[in-house]
């Protein structure tokens, strides 16, 4: 049989990156949110902002760490499966990079520490502050990894000398046309991962009637933000559409399954594209409404991928659903955050053991939608591995065999499929036991030292115990 090492090493890299993005999705969030409970905590002195902190905590350390493990898997692959690649970008991707773990990883290292183990051994000012240090932390890691991808689908700021590229302008590397977008679209889009999740949870304690003053604080904290951040999203997806119809035209019209150049094109709800006939099969469309969202004019020209020749096209059909699962999560989403609004407005947010199930099911589906933007930019991005100058083909190792990828790619997916679970295990079983039901009074401790003097007798030692 032959094996297509390329294709293999696609498939590879899909697996544990696909695996890998569900980490800084829920990370991420939970970060910028243990570190608000935090502050609440540290400002107004209530102790239930400490026990759904703690709570969290417990969540986001299992996340974090297999978070760290996933992603130290995956630069191994630039050297063994893409050293074509690696070779020919290396002076422009590699110092991103670094920074990213100069910056993030160290600083999340630096503090995560304080943060998991320090609530009885530091200030409360200090707490807090670790809690906001491993926030900017996984920011930061986010702002240079996208920073690296965006160069990838928009390049800026190089010149290429003997098929390499040399930057000339980090400015242009770093904020390159496409990175504002696909920073702020990512970030928001992890912030909404998680809050749904933290909704999902705290309706889940609702319902179960434990913890139920934790689980409201929870449900109502997070509607309120994703009120203000699904809305949001969807502008910034807009504007992060406009952005892809200048840069990458392509990769537009083969998410919305356009053949033709036209104006007054319709919006295609759906459609089966085929790639040979070059032409939609059992299309549904809404007159001129295509020409309106992807360009704001009626009269809009939105360009088809007959003008690209057919070995510059990406595939149609992943991206055409992939993009249309995205959306389709959007507008679920939005409609549960209006129907979590209406029934606030009522005052019936707790008393909706509907809505509160829904919310339950729902938690997941910010992951759902990351997945499904994530194969639409990657796929979309096909033929190339730098937009319009590197193409994937070319980037392989030459040395590599269909035999070497097929043989570590089961391995990839044994291993994943074994940490996955026990981790999401974990996971929930910390969710079923739920926030503790009062805080736990201990003294704080200072300097290594007690903040009041061990009572005699405290610690009894049973006769002949010690000799």
Not at 347 to 359: C, H, N, Q, Y
Not at 409 to 431: C, K, N
Request: neutral net charge; hydrophobic residues 55%.
């Amino acid at each position: 049989m032959d094996l297509d090492p390329a294709f293999l090493s696609r498939l590879q890299f899909a697996w544990v990156i696909g695996w890998h993005i569900l980490l800084p999705a829920i990370t991420v969030g939970l970060a910028a949110y243990i570190a608000m409970l935090e502050g609440l905590n540290f400002f107004t002195g209530k102790d239930i902002y400490l026990r759904i902190s703690t709570f969290w905590i417990k969540i986001f350390s299992i996340a974090f760490g297999m978070g760290v493990v996933t992603g130290v898997v995956m630069p191994f692959q630039f050297g063994t499966n893409w050293s074509r690649f690696s070779d020919a970008t290396a002076n422009v991707l590699s110092p991103l990079f670094a920074y990213e773990g100069l910056t993030a990883f160290f600083l999340e290292a630096a503090f995560l520490g304080v943060l998991l183990f320090g609530r009885q051994l530091v200030p409360r000012w200090a707490h807090f502050v670790a809690a906001l240090m491993v926030a900017l932390g996984t920011l930061l890691s986010s702002f240079w990894i996208l920073s690296a991808n965006s160069w990838m689908q928009t390049p800026a700021g190089y010149e290429i000398i003997d098929g390499r590229f040399f930057p000339t302008d980090w400015f242009k590397v770093v904020f390159n046309p496409s990175f504002p977008y696909r920073l702020a679209h990512t970030v928001v889009a992890f912030f909404v991962t998680t809050g749904f999740v933290v909704m999902g949870v705290g309706a889940y304690l609702m319902r179960r009637g434990r913890s139920v003053e934790e689980g409201r604080t929870m449900l109502s904290m997070t509607l309120w933000l994703l009120t203000v951040l699904v809305p949001l999203q969807m502008f910034i997806g807009d504007q992060h559409g406009l952005n892809t119809r200048d840069h990458q035209p392509a990769k537009l019209a083969a998410i919305e399954a356009r053949w033709e150049t036209a104006r007054q094109v319709p919006l295609t709800l759906f459609a089966i594209p085929d790639d040979k006939a070059e032409r939609n099969f059992f299309a549904i469309d809404l007159p001129w409404l295509g020409s309106l969202v992807l360009t704001h004019e009626l009269d809009g020209e939105v360009k088809g991928l007959k003008d690209f020749p057919a070995d510059q096209r990406p595939p149609v059909a992943i991206p055409f659903f992939a993009f249309r699962v995205m959306v389709g999560c959007g507008i679920v989403m939005l409609g549960l955050v209006l129907v979590g609004g209406w029934l606030r407005w009522r005052g019936r947010l707790d008393a909706s053991p509907a809505f509160l199930a829904i919310t339950q099911i729902a938690a997941p589906i910010g992951f759902v939608a990351v997945i499904a933007g994530w194969i639409t930019t990657e796929v979309g991005r096909q033929p190339w591995t730098v937009y319009g100058l590197l193409r994937t083909a070319d980037s392989v190792t030459p040395s590599l065999t269909g035999f070497d990828v097929m043989l570590s790619l089961i391995g990839y997916a044994a291993v994943y499929l074994i940490i996955y679970p026990a981790g999401l295990f974990l996971m929930l079983r910390i969710v079923r036991k739920g926030p503790a039901i009062a805080a736990e009074i201990d003294v704080e401790i200072e300097g290594g030292r007690p903040g009041a003097p061990v009572r005699a007798g405290a610690v009894e030692l049973r006769e002949g115990e010690v000799r």
